[in-house]
């Protein structure tokens, strides 16, 4: 499938890592560790600390929203700290390190694209894309981490699982069946090995060890069931029309309780619903993939299928409980995964009321010829727009216009965050988000700074540069559609139409 597994540098990418573990190896003092406060970085946080702490090397963990100019000013103020280790973030930020930390040891963990090369020797940047490793799907922030920390110590082959929990949250798995392919495959044969880990063909409803089947149902917004996604009331009458027993006892079942009967029953009348209403024979087929289980977690927590750990990462580095997240990374458990819960379910609160914000016709949202814009400033936190915006575009009606979705949300320090969605449609299109966003962004300045990857980009801008960002936005995605177009048209017929975008200029619906 991929055009550039031929020359795939597996030894190359290994021989890098070397080079950083010998420079962590002879570090004088604490290595300090930063990594993103996503589920990537976070299992990265947990899984680099656990190595270090195993090679008795002093070491601190922190997590950080993005790694910009000032946090990594600050950084160098910490005169007595000689090794810093940065994971899932760092690898588009070089010129900063560059600027600030070149006295140090630095080691870069990262899988987005590099934009500017390190310009001393003591800056060992690892990353997937100079081995032709696709960083947006073969490997994330926690595989590279994963390699590292195996590479130090083969004992670490048990954090397999945790780096799949990392690869699956960056939405990694796009191999068939929502599988995982490449460097992120070897890590899961290595879960499998080290019996942390078992990868199965299952029913992939959002919630498998913790939710009530029709809450799984409706919860799930992958593959996304026109009438049921969203609406609990419809998802009990589903279930009940499938016969299957919903609770044992006063007892809740999850997905996880049903029999191979059960399942089957399930999936039959899911496909059979979903191309009733529509769906594509492969959307509707798509509700059976590869799920993964972390074997050594208790069955009904929210640890055991590695979607659900993830997700339950991603809201404790959105309302800032790092520590906790990466404490459970690192194998801690006691009262952590218990607090972790309680953070969960308010999140969950805190999502349900924001996305009630995020409609078509809300004065929040503006359409533009090519592209979608809601403005979230006086009314969502930071930390939670690229979710809010993520689950938005995989409801009907914004899926619906076939544009991306773009969220604005206001931060502490008075800067805007950007935070862009597409489909995998528009990417087949030839949507490039990051490409688009970063372009977008240069134009406003060198107080901007943005990037991503083809489905999902992030930006963070001065206050009052918005309008000219969604306005080189749309141009740039237009573009990109266009050209695709154009391409298309060229080799083949077959290949599905693109929506003609008319003009650049901007228009509003409401
Ligand atoms: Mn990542």
Redesign the pocket.
Known sequence: MSTDSEKQDFKGFIAKIKEGIDSVKDAKGTVLCIS?I?A??LT?AGIIGKALHRANIQYQVRGVRQLELPIISELSMLKNIKNFIFS??GGGQIEGINKYLSDRNILIL???PVITPPKSKSIINVNPFPYNYDGSHQV???GISYFFAKTLDPKNIDSAAIAVV?AL??RQDKGEKNSLTDLNRIIVKDGIKAGVLEENMDIRLFGRETRRIYQALEYTTDPFYPGLTGDGDMCIRFMRDTGIPQQKGDKWRTIQDLSEEERRTLVQALLTYGLQMGMSAEDAQSILGKVYTLTNEKPGTLLRDAREFGSLLNSCGRLGATGIAIGICMGERKFLLQEAETIMKEYRKKISQFLELVTLDSEHVKEYNNLIVFDGKDVIDDTMIGTIISIAISTKSFADKKKPLIGIAESNDGTVKVSCRGTGPLVAMGLDLGLALRGAVESIGSNAEGGGHNIAAGARIPQGTEQLLFENLNIAIEKQLKKDEAESKKQSSTKKAVKKPKTTTTKTTK
């Open positions: 993103h996503d990537d970085g990265s899932d973030l990262d899988h987005h994330s922030g926690s990392g949250a960056d």
